[in-house]
């Protein structure tokens, strides 16, 4: 690709760096200090109310409104980075030529989105202007601005990267291409609102299966798609959707998010997750496939700690792949069983995805953490099967049996870490504290084990950790706002409705609408996300689990588990492609390896789905 130092000025290219670095950093700084703010915001309110007997009422209220803020500048943040995630397995494959073009198109879509959306957002801020906040009293656009501020920044990004990349000529070509498709489209209006449904499978399966292939980034793909419906087959005005995507980014329960991104990295960095991992591998890293046990077995512990699948993958791959990959492991392989055991660990309390589905079906937080942890037990012993197969001819000769000693003192240095889940999980499990709480708890609790205990606290990286929280974040929320778009399209499509209808006539009672389930959400789950999927199908399908004599917590488990599936699916499923980022691997790598642990999780899910004991039994 044709670079800004062999066709600018120096002068000129200087400048332009230079104001992009300058902006970057203003951002960074900004966003951080708001994470800060968001915890010590929530600190207090937990130590207000438990310790004080005395809650701050408008705490709740301000943290939302830095929330939206944390995410749009997360967003932005990541945009420049180009950390929104992506598929790259065609863009790897090209030769420079192609890829170049590619790399255009992944660039013209997202900017063609933001330029859509961003006098919708501003309309939308000024609507929301009007209304007063009811404990701070102030306006509302003190939070509404924050979503045209993060489109126009991310804009900004993208036209320091063309005059940098020097991609005038791309872009302009792009730009008429998409004043003519939008054209085409204002044209053709009358034939899409002609075609009723079927306009779903135009918009929402070819033009995301399309561009997920061309490798835009996810996010920007699913929030054009449901732009261009509602403009084509809907008489709804754009700012309906900016609407949706504030409210998809900032629901108070994704708070957790960013809190429990902090906390893997802060576990990851501090020696928290390496003692875990250390005490497990002098159990198992002399046999064969060791470690790999290790890493299903980390993943377990780590999901109580931490809400978000990729800060469990942050917390525990560094700290093992550089000695599986001495042992022999490929790089494929590991980004394989990482995002697998991304989707095992699905419903190993606190699970976000758990919490939501208590929050919009009334079904009890406490019962669903309770019964979530043995299912997931059981889909790890499958992918230990495949584990056992692919290494049964390892060559351990160079490798030792760790002393029953030195296993103790490792468990006696690891005990501090290996606690944290547990307290974690009571705390919710027992009523006394939410999940967004609890991450804050846990980050105190980690920053002082980390400094105490394992005498590591690296103020220089606290700083790196911040920007990197985040921006991670960032990508993470600005996917569930665009997938909520598209939930949100979808309803109105009328699709959601008959899906549920369709699901509740099947012949062949409770075990055909189980089976129907699992297809529908796997497929769900890759497409829209965990989150979404459950706001939108989740009132709908467990009135009729429900009516069928399928127990609820029962059926959580199923739904999540699929939905988990899908979601770490490859070609579309962004938990893959956020465990490839988290192990800095092409994903195009993992694609055969992790077909076996797929059939694995789906075999592990067939028998939850038989057996509802596994489910619950400890109820």
Same mark, same amino acid.
């Given at each position: 690709m044709e670079t800004l130092s062999s066709t600018l000025p120096m002068g000129r290219r200087t400048f332009a760096d230079s104001c992009e670095h300058v902006l970057l950093r203003v951002v960074e700084i900004v966003a951080s200090i708001i994470l800060v703010g968001e915890i010590s915001i929530l600190a207090t309110g937990v130590i207000a109310r438990y310790v004080l007997d005395t809650p701050i009422t408008w705490s709740d209220e301000l943290a939302s409104i830095l929330f939206i803020w944390l995410s749009m500048l997360g967003a932005a943040i990541a945009f420049q980075r180009g950390q929104h995630m992506r598929m790259t397995a065609l863009v790897g494959r090209s030769n420079s030529s192609n890829r170049r073009i590619l790399e255009t198109i992944a660039l013209a879509v997202p900017l063609a989105f933001m330029v859509a959306i961003l006098l919708p957002a501003i309309d939308y801020a000024m609507e929301e202007a009007i209304v007063t906040t009811p404990a701070l009293e102030i306006s509302n656009l003190w939070r509404s601005a924050a979503l045209p501020t993060g489109v126009a920044l991310m804009i900004v990004f993208a036209a320091f990267r063309i005059l940098k990349e020097r991609m005038f000529r791309s872009i302009l070509i792009a730009a008429v291409v998409a004043i003519a498709v939008y054209g085409l489209l204002t044209v053709a209006k009358p034939i899409f609102a002609d075609l009723g449904n079927w306009n779903l499978l135009i918009?929402?399966?070819?033009?995301?299966?399309?561009?997920?292939?061309?490798?835009?980034?996810?996010?920007?793909?699913?929030?054009?798609?449901?732009?261009?419906?509602?403009?084509?087959?809907?008489?709804?005005?754009?700012?309906?959707? $900016?609407?949706?995507?504030?409210?998809?980014?900032?629901?108070?329960?994704?708070?957790?998010?960013?809190?429990?991104?902090?906390?893997?990295?802060?576990?990851?960095?501090?020696?928290?997750?390496?003692?875990?991992?250390?005490?497990?591998?002098?159990? !198992?890293?002399?046999?064969?496939?060791?470690?790999?046990?290790?890493l299903i077995g980390a993943m377990y512990l780590v999901s109580g700690i931490s809400g978000s699948k990729t800060a469990d993958m942050a917390a525990v791959a560094p700290a093992l792949f550089p000695e599986m990959q001495q042992r022999g492991a490929k790089p494929g392989d590991l980004i394989a069983l990482l995002a697998a055991t991304g989707a095992q660990t699905e419903t190993v309390p606190p699970?976000?995805?758990?919490?939501?589905?208590?929050?919009?079906?009334?079904?009890?937080?406490?019962? #669903?953490?309770?019964?979530?942890? !043995?299912? &997931?037990?059981?889909?790890?012993?499958?992918?230990? &099967?495949?584990?056992?197969?692919?290494?049964?001819?390892?060559?351990? %000769?160079?490798?030792?049996?760790?002393?029953?000693?030195?296993?103790?003192?490792?468990?006696?240095?690891? !005990?501090?870490?290996?606690?944290?889940?547990?307290?974690?999980?009571?705390?919710?499990?027992?009523?006394?504290?939410?999940?967004?709480?609890?991450?804050?708890?846990?980050?105190?609790?980690? #920053?002082?084990?980390?400094?105490?205990?394992?005498?590591?606290?690296?103020?220089?990286r606290l700083g790196q950790m911040l920007v990197e929280t985040v921006s991670l974040s960032g990508a993470i929320l600005f996917i569930i706002g665009a997938a909520t778009t598209v939930a949100w399209s979808l309803t109105q499509s009328g699709f959601s409705q008959d899906l549920a209808a369709l699901m509740s006539s099947l012949p062949g009672g409770p075990?055909?609408?189980?089976?129907?389930?699992?297809?529908?959400?796997?497929?769900?789950? %890759?497409?829209?996300?965990?989150?979404?999927?459950?706001?939108?199908?989740?009132?709908?399908?467990?009135?009729?689990?429900?009516?069928?004599?399928?127990?609820?917590?029962?059926?959580?488990?199923?739904?999540?588990?699929?939905?988990?599936?899908?979601?770490?699916?490859?070609?579309?499923?962004?938990?893959?492609?956020?465990?490839?980022?988290?192990?800095?691997?092409?994903?195009?790598?993992?694609?055969?390896?992790?077909?076996?642990?797929?059939? $694995?999780?789906?075999?592990?899910?067939?028998?939850?789905?038989?057996?509802?004991?596994l489910s619950i039994g400890f109820l």
């Open positions: 918009f929402f399966v070819g033009m995301i299966g399309l561009g997920v292939a061309l490798g835009v980034p996810i996010a920007f793909v699913f929030a054009l798609s449901a732009v261009a419906y509602v403009f084509t087959s809907t008489s709804t005005p754009t700012m309906v959707l $900016a609407g949706r995507l504030d409210e998809g980014m900032s629901h108070l329960i994704l708070l957790a998010v960013p809190l429990f991104v902090f906390l893997g990295l802060q576990i990851e960095s501090n020696g928290m997750a390496r003692a875990m991992v250390a005490f497990l591998a002098t159990l !198992l890293g002399h046999v064969r496939g060791g470690l790999s046990y290790v699970s976000i995805v758990l919490i939501t589905i208590g929050s919009v079906t009334g079904v009890s937080i406490s019962a #669903l953490f309770t019964g979530g942890l !043995l299912p &997931s037990v059981v889909l790890g012993i499958t992918l230990c &099967s495949v584990v056992w197969w692919r290494y049964k001819n390892e060559d351990l %000769s160079s490798v030792k049996k760790t002393p029953k000693a030195k296993i103790a003192k490792a468990f006696i240095v690891a !005990l501090p870490a290996l606690a944290l889940p547990f307290v974690i999980r009571a705390a919710v499990v027992e009523g006394m504290a939410t999940a967004t709480e609890v991450s804050t708890i846990g980050i105190i609790y980690s #920053l002082v084990v980390g400094a105490i205990v394992y005498r590591h606290f690296d103020i220089k075990a055909m609408f189980i089976a129907v389930s699992i297809v529908a959400f796997v497929i769900l789950g %890759s497409v829209l996300e965990g989150i979404p999927a459950i706001v939108l199908f989740a009132p709908l399908v467990f009135p009729i689990a429900k009516n069928l004599g399928v127990n609820e917590v029962h059926y959580a488990m199923i739904v999540v588990l699929s939905m988990g599936m899908g979601l770490f699916m490859p070609p579309v499923g962004v938990g893959y492609y956020a465990a490839c980022a988290v192990g800095r691997v092409e994903p195009s790598e993992g694609l055969r390896p992790i077909w076996g642990y797929m059939i $694995a999780l789906f075999v592990g899910l067939v028998l939850v789905a038989m057996i509802p004991w």
